[in-house]
């Protein structure tokens, strides 16, 4: 991963690798890195009581399935 940016709504990145087969296996486990922190952070937050907006909490970000 060269270079990133977090918008509101979704990632930009600019990442190098060897080859598309090294490339595809990199941004998978950043993908699932991603997801186990958001994953976290969101039962954390949901452990501490109702959100902010006074709806349910949001829906589940789901874990990319392992190879």
Known sequence: LVHFTIQ???LHL???AADR???ARGLQ?????IA???????????ALG???S???A????LEPESP
Do not use: F, Y
């Open 58 to 61: 949001p829906p589940a970000i």
């Open 50 to 52: 109702p959100l902010d």
């Open 14 to 16: 600019i990442c190098e």
């Open 36 to 46: 186990r922190r958001l994953n976290a952070t969101l039962e954390h937050l949901t």
């Open 54 to 56: 006074g709806d349910a």
């Open 8 to 10: 509101p709504n979704h």
């Open 21 to 23: 087969l090294a490339l």
């Open 29 to 33: 486990g950043l993908a699932i890195r």
